[in-house]
T-cell receptor, first 110, second 116 residues
Framework: SQQGEEDPQALSIQEGENATMNCSYK?????LQWYRQNSGRGLVHLIL?????REKHSGRLRVTLDTSKKSSSLLITASRAADTASYFC??????????FGGGTRVLVKP | DTGVSQNPRHKITKRGQNVTFRCDPI?????LYWYRQTLGQGPEFLTY????????KSRLLSDRFSAERPKGSFSTLEIQRTEQGDSAMYLC??????????????FGEGSWLTVV
C-alpha cells in the first residue's frame, strides 16, 4: 500500500512560473525524500528532509515538512521546460524502505 | 561513483518464461532495494537487503519471485513463469550505512519487463 498522496495529480504551468505540489502521509516518519522521474526513466533524488527539520532548500527547490499535519510541500521556482517530469514524495519510517505516493505530473510549457 | 546500474534495461519475454535482472549498487553501499513500478503509479517496495541478508520482503513478492545478493555486492531478481501482470519497470536502489534519518536512497534507471 502507498503511504502518501500527492496533490495535485497533475499540474500545467508556463515556463518561469512557480510549481507547488503537496504530499501527505499517514504514519510517523524518519525522513521524507522527493524524487523526479522523467518518462520511462529511473528516479532522480532531489532532496531529503529529516523529521526534525522544517524546511530545506536546494537550488530552485524548496521543501517544507509539517509533521503535525503529516504533510510536505515541494516548490520549484522559476520553472523551466526541463522540469517537466513526475515528482514523487517518499517516506522512510521504521526500517529503511521508502514508501511512495502516486506522484504529481508536472508539465512546463515553453 | 557510477551510480546504481541495472541490466538489461529492456526485456520482452513470452508468458511462462523466466527472466533475471541484475543490479549493481553504488560501491560501498550496504543496503539494496528492489521496487516495481507500473505506468502512472508510484514505485512499490518488493524487498530489501542489508549486505547479503534479505531483511524484508513485500507480500507483492510471490513465490515466483526470488532475489539474491550473494556476496553483499550485486543483486539479482528472478521472476519464474512470468505472467502478463508482471509487466512493469523493476527499479533497484541502494543506500549507505548511515543513520536511517539521513540516508539518501539512490535509484537506477530501471529494467522494463514486457510479458507477451
Amino acid at each position: 500500500s502507498q503511504q502518501g498522496e500527492e496533490d495535485p495529480q497533475a499540474l500545467s504551468i508556463q515556463e518561469g512560473e512557480n510549481a507547488t505540489m503537496n504530499c501527505s502521509y499517514k504514519t510517523s516518519i524518519n525522513n521524507l525524500q522527493w524524487y523526479r522521474q522523467n518518462s520511462g526513466r529511473g528516479l532522480v533524488h532531489l532532496i531529503l528532509i529529516r523529521s526534525n527539520e522544517r524546511e530545506k532548500h536546494s537550488g530552485r527547490l524548496r521543501v517544507t515538512l509539517d509533521t503535525s499535519k503529516k504533510s510536505s510541500s515541494l516548490l520549484i521556482t522559476a520553472s523551466r521546460a526541463a522540469d517537466t517530469a513526475s515528482y514523487f514524495c517518499a517516506t522512510t519510517a521504521a526500517g529503511n524502505k521508502l514508501t511512495f505516493g502516486g506522484g504529481t505530473r508536472v508539465l512546463v510549457k515553453p | 561513483d557510477t551510480g546504481v546500474s541495472q541490466n538489461p534495461r529492456h526485456k520482452i519475454t513470452k508468458r511462462g518464461q523466466n527472466v533475471t535482472f541484475r543490479c549493481d549498487p553504488i560501491s560501498e553501499h550496504n543496503r539494496l532495494y528492489w521496487y516495481r513500478q507500473t505506468l502512472g503509479q508510484g514505485p512499490e517496495f518488493l524487498t530489501y537487503f542489508q549486505n547479503e541478508a534479505q531483511l524484508e520482503k513485500s507480500r507483492l513478492l510471490s513465490d515466483r519471485f526470488s532475489a539474491e545478493r550473494p556476496k553483499g555486492s550485486f543483486s539479482t531478481l528472478e521472476i519464474q513463469r512470468t505472467e502478463q501482470g508482471d509487466s512493469a519497470m523493476y527499479l533497484c536502489a541502494s543506500s549507505g550505512a548511515g543513520t536511517v534519518s539521513g540516508n539518501t536512497i539512490y535509484f537506477g534507471e530501471g529494467s522494463w519487463l514486457t510479458v507477451v
